[in-house]
């Protein structure tokens, strides 16, 4: 197979709590990966209330998570918003235990490498 360099790399707490912060503010909407930590859910509802329901010409482009771009009326961004919190405290609590579980193999003085707190690990 191929060389893995975040296989060769141990993990730290550190590394474990920066990457847990980082996946559990992001989930997986029906429209994409979407930034859902406390700033963006502020700025998606202020954007909310500059917009005119029942209006098609009142929309905001909002970009992604992976920098794709949405363009999206009131009602629109009304529902991935409301997606989006009910998705949120489910994809909070499955990152937290899978840093707990990182975490506690650290303290049995087992291995945890940067490819086992890589993107994919959190899905």
Same mark, same amino acid.
């Given at each position: ?6 296989a060769? +790399? ?9 990457? #847990?912060?980082?996946? +559990?503010?992001?989930?997986?909407? $029906?429209?994409?990966?979407l ?5 963006? #859910?502020?700025r ?13 010409n ?12 949405q363009?999206l009326c ?5 529902? @991935?918003?409301?997606?989006a919190?009910?998705?949120?405290g ?10 707990? +579980?990182?975490?506690? #193999? ?7 490498? @940067? #490819?086992?707190? $890589? ?5």
């Amino acid at each position: 197979g191929e060389f893995d360099g975040l296989a060769q +790399e141990p993990a730290t707490l550190q590394d474990i709590d920066a990457a #847990r912060l980082a996946a +559990e503010s992001v989930v997986q909407t $029906s429209r994409g990966a979407l930034q859902f930590d406390l700033v963006s #859910r502020q700025r998606m509802n202020d954007v909310l209330m500059t917009l005119e329901p029942d209006n098609a010409n009142s929309a905001v482009t909002w970009v992604m998570a992976d920098n794709s771009k949405q363009y999206l009326c009131y009602e629109e961004l009304r529902d @991935l918003h409301y997606e989006a919190t009910t998705l949120i405290g489910p994809r909070i609590e499955r990152v937290f235990d899978i840093a707990s +579980e990182l975490k506690e #193999r650290l303290r049995r003085g087992k291995v945890v490498t @940067l #490819r086992d707190i $890589s993107d994919e690990a959190w899905k």
